[in-house]
């Protein structure tokens, strides 16, 4: 995607996503790495669908539904830092939800800068219980091991491994930071 493109969406009461803006299709070319999972979000597909569809762990949709509640009951608009890393980038973007009339919410996703990941990193999401993973903070991107939370290319150096297993959860900082 273009580095300053957006990727707009409105969602209604029930967070079903009612309209898409922006590069949508562009934008998930560049963000998705398997290709069953781009047919899946192609914009034509999304509309109607709620949004805890495509958000894969319970934490995260918690977190995301505090943040709607929060924007809806409040009529405020509010900034969710979160981070969209690709195997070697680490990109810093911005979550903007803004209150629409009828408890309809305005999601912008915005890219505000990128560093390279050095060394990269690759995240292997992974829904099976039984196999070896490590948690994976959503929102910041950071990699838990023993109660410890390190940037993917920290944790790379520190264990001496190119990719990882995760599970997505949310850390707890940024639990706090909501
Ligand atoms: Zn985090």
Redesign the pocket.
């Known amino acids: 995607m273009s580095s300053k493109g957006s990727t707009i969406y409105e969602l209604d009461a029930d967070n079903q996503i009612c309209h898409i803006d922006g590069d949508w299709d562009q934008f998930l070319q560049a963000n998705t790495d398997e290709p069953q999972n781009r047919d899946r979000l192609r914009k034509k597909q999304v509309i109607g669908n709620k949004l805890e569809t495509y958000v894969q762990d319970t934490t995260t949709r918690m977190l995301l539904h505090t943040v709607f509640d929060f924007v809806r009951q409040t009529q405020q608009t509010k900034a969710l830092p979160y981070r969209c890393d690709s195997a070697d980038r680490k990109r810093y973007m911005s979550m903007q939800i803004e209150p629409l009339a009828d408890a309809g919410l305005r999601v912008s996703h915005t890219q505000l800068r990128s560093e390279p990941m050095d060394p990269p990193v690759v995240i292997n999401p992974v829904t099976d219980a039984n196999e070896a993973i490590v948690w994976r903070?959503s929102?910041?991107n950071?990699i838990e091991s023993e109660q410890v939370?390190l940037e993917p290319d920290e944790a790379a150096l520190l264990w001496c491994r190119q990719s990882f297993n995760v599970s997505y959860t949310?850390?707890p900082?940024?639990m706090n930071s909501v």
């Open positions: 903070c929102i910041c950071r939370w949310v850390c900082v940024c």
